[in-house]
């Protein structure tokens, strides 16, 4: 079967570093998205992996190993309005996104 | 640019009724749009991928006849939701891909629709 998994919840503080990591099983594998999504708003499009290595972009990156099935998207930085759930999405051999469940990061003074 | 919109962006209903949600790409042209629905507190759900100028493809437990989509142009696709009961109350979400698509076929989001049946 197809599955996405990442933590349900993180917690971390304002100016510091967090690393949120997902592990997916997909019929098919064209690519690691990740998404950003505030109460109430849709997702909006963060980062997307689809070779092995780190993505850079500002004080997000990405993360992809394909042979573990795995990926991390990393935050430096951190602002309180990064308050949010942050989403895995596999794109699987039908072009369609697996999501995973979100994992919902709580910015602390 | 790629830019999608949704109409309206929240509706509350008396059980029985339809309700209509209108998803338009405003700067580029979709082939494919895809519905999804979200709990609170869950993620996204696909519940049905629609092509332009063909039938939908939805996914397995969403009901076709309750759920109608049409997909009638390369900017605009529908979903009608028939018949609504308090269970179908739910954030519905619109997604678009670009016809002339980029490296990764990416779906661009439009804002959601919160609906209510009371």
């Known amino acids: 079967g197809q599955n996405i998994d990442q933590p349900t919840e993180m917690t971390a503080t304002e100016g510091a570093i967090v690393q949120i990591n997902c592990t997916y099983q997909?019929?098919?594998?064209?690519?690691l998205f990740w998404y950003q999504q505030h109460a109430g708003e849709a997702p909006t499009f963060l980062s997307y992996?689809?070779l092995d290595g780190l993505e850079e972009k500002g004080r997000f990156s990405s993360f992809l190993s394909r042979s573990k099935g795995y990926s991390y998207l990393l935050l430096k930085e951190l602002q309180m309005k990064d308050s949010a759930s942050y989403l895995c999405?596999?794109?699987?051999?039908?072009?369609?996104?697996?999501w995973g469940a979100g994992t919902k990061l709580i910015i602390k003074p | 640019g790629a830019v999608v919109s949704q109409h309206p962006s929240w509706v509350i209903c008396k059980s029985g009724t339809s309700v209509k949600i209108e998803c338009r790409s405003l700067?580029?042209?979709?082939?494919?749009m895809f519905w999804y629905r979200q709990f609170p507190k869950q993620s996204l759900m696909l519940m049905a991928t629609?092509?332009?100028?063909?039938?939908?493809?939805?996914e397995q437990g969403v009901e076709k006849d309750k759920f109608l989509i049409n997909h009638a142009s390369l900017t605009l696709s529908t979903l009608t939701v028939t018949s609504a009961h308090p269970e179908d109350s739910s954030f519905y979400i619109c997604?678009?891909?670009?016809?002339?698509?980029?490296?990764?076929?990416?779906?661009?989001f439009g804002p959601g629709t919160r609906l209510t049946v009371l």
């Open positions: 992996n689809v």
């Open positions: 997604s678009a891909r670009d016809v002339a698509g980029t490296s990764y076929n990416e779906q661009f």
């Open positions: 997909t019929s098919g594998f064209n690519g």
């Open positions: 629609s092509n332009e100028g063909s039938k939908a493809t939805y």
């Open positions: 999405a596999s794109l699987d051999s039908n072009y369609q996104l697996i």
């Open positions: 700067d580029f042209q979709a082939t494919t």
